[in-house]
């Protein structure tokens, strides 16, 4: 094989790429600070990308993978280097595949560029519904892991993590961590969902709310007394409750908004950002935690629109909106006021900001 696929994994976990491609007619490609950058190596060929696809997929009958395999998702693993989340494909009848870099270990809250206060007095809750949101390849999976890290090496609790697949591995430390991956431990999130709530959990950690029925049975977890963690697709808290909300018919919104402001603890919404310097990533992040006042913002629909104005309002408890931290990260030199307007939904909004000291 004209590709050394371990050491491109290996080269990828050292220099901190968050993604590889392998395509045909392509040299390896990774990204790396949100840029994409070709490796300097011959294009590959359809039986590179074949042998890398297969050797992922883990299936040693070459034509059993070929007729077999046309869509596959999973996890593979390289000692002593980092684990990746795979997404092999077909694409024009050829084999591609995607890699996603998982750091060996999860980071401390701080190590992330997170506001450690704040994350540090969202771990600390007891019960409730809290949410990671943003884009794709914005940070939610990390941080997950560093809450559940935050748990793990802090207080005696047992952790149930569902997962698809299992990305981060922990190692026992204060708590005890039981981590079962959709298809190979259970058959869906919905099933692993129901069996965790008699499996005397403290805390259970959802990969993503993807459907009613999830989105119902975490906040009936909630509800009977646990901690959940899980990611959603969404920007902002506000929009947040809106997609929550979205999962039910219209007859049960009344019903679910009262569960989401007695059960919704707080909600971390990321965006990964460019460097000043150009030689990182930071996270620029909304942080809402529930209030009296945010209760009742969620409970009446023409209040949800005051949200960001309460977080705002709110930083001595650890809150902020995407616009403070974008303002926060500016004065501090981390990024340039190019990248935060760009970032900001209200730009004139931060101008006028940054001009207050």
Known sequence: MAINFNQILTFAAQQKVSDLHFQPGSPPVLRRRGELIP???????????AYVAQHL??????????R????????FALPNVGRFRVNVFRQRGKFSAVLRVIPLQPLGFDALGLPVPAMERIARLQRGLVLVTGATGN??????????????TTRRAHIVTIEDP?????????????QREVGSDTESFKTALRAALRQDPDVIMVGELRDHETVDICLKAAETG???????HTQDAARTVGRLLGYFPPEEHASVRQRLAENLMAVISLRLLASKSGTAQVPACEIMMVTRSIEECIKHAERTDDIPTFIARSREMGMQTLNQSLVDLVRDER???????????????????????
């Open 57 to 66: 997929v883990g299936m040693p009958d070459a034509e059993q993978f070929r």
């Open 166 to 178: 299992i990305e981060f591995l922990f190692e026992n430390h204060a708590s005890l961590i039981s």
């Open 68 to 75: 077999e395999v046309k869509d596959w998702d999973g996890t």
């Open 139 to 152: 940070g939610k999976s990390t941080t997950i892991a560093s809450l559940i890290h935050s748990i793990n």
């Open 335 to 357: 990024i340039t006021l190019e990248t935060a307007k760009m970032a900001s939904s209200k730009p004139e909004e931060l101008e006028r900001d940054l001009m207050v000291e």
């Open 226 to 232: 646990h901690l959940v963690l899980s990611t959603i």
């Open 39 to 49: 490796v300097k190596h011959p294009p590959l060929t359809d039986e590179d990308t």
